[in-house]
């Protein structure tokens, strides 16, 4: 197997399930094959058809593999646990079912994290037991998810959660065995957490199990970190732009994986907000245009 492409649901501006602005997961499929990606994401469970059926026949009408899927979800607050682990069963039985190898964990986005978005220094800390909790519910689902289920389970840092700042990411890495708990490396949430995810790569990349490509306006990003600017906010104005058009050095990426011989898939991810009036289907196809002219087939 060597580096393969594909989107997922986010870049049509699917982060939860019920959203009324949603495209019909049929048309995301329909697109997300026509913009030239053989494989798509899962999105947030509920969204496309838990019956098995139903959705293998679409992915193989419109020729895609299923990749994977996210947890999404408020690891930090232990009173949504049933939630979390609502999420994490469905999720998990509906990737084995199309035999998806990925399991994405992503701790949600937090009304206590999301005003410092991309400023280290003065985002709250956990304290030591709200943290041992914490990190402890993460590795219960990514037990759940490779024992169980005998996925690939990633860890996912991501912009205003409690998993955001590289600190919080290596000391989760350094606390949860390897075997269960891999790194799903997303480019622009790094970038955007104000650091460099090549050099993070040269460092783990022998842990990285799966990747998000995503870019970072660095213009957007800097005035965002000027003002103070929380992470919703910077969304609206823009903050994540089109793959090669950010700070993201993609073509060092590229090399990085090549030279520690990567196999499987990169999922991008142009995250947009609906109230923009984005053009996924542009975008998806431009994305896809800059990869393969840095090499990626």
Known sequence: MTIQIGNAPCSWGVEFPDDPRNPAWQTVLKQCAEAGYTGIEL????????????????LEQNGLELIGGVVFRAFHDA??????????????????????????LIDSISPRRAPTAGRAGEAEQMDQAEWSAFRDRIATVARLG???????????AHAAGFIDFEP?????????????????????????????????????IDRISYMHFKDIDPKVKAAAIASRTGFYEACGQGIFCNLGNGDVDFPAVRQILLDAGFE??????????????????????????YLQSIGFN
């Open 264 to 289: 499987g898939w990169c999922t991008v991810e142009q995250d947009c907000d609906p109230l923009l009036d984005p053009d996924p289907v542009a975008d998806a196809k431009a994305n896809r245009a």
């Open 168 to 204: 919080e990411l290596e000391r989760l890495l350094d606390e949860v065995d390897e075997k269960i708990l891999k790194i799903c490396f997303d480019t622009g949430h790094h970038s955007y957490a104000g650091f460099d995810p090549v050099a993070f790569m040269k460092r783990h």
């Open 146 to 156: 490779a024992e169980e289920y005998g996925l690939t389970v990633g860890i996912h």
């Open 43 to 58: 999105g947030p469970i509920g969204f496309m058809p838990e019956d098995p059926a139903i959705l293998a026949e679409a």
């Open 79 to 104: 009173s949504q646990w049933d939630n979390v682990m609502d999420g994490a069963v469905r999720t998990c039985k509906a990737l084995v079912a199309h035999g998806a190898q990925h399991l994405v």
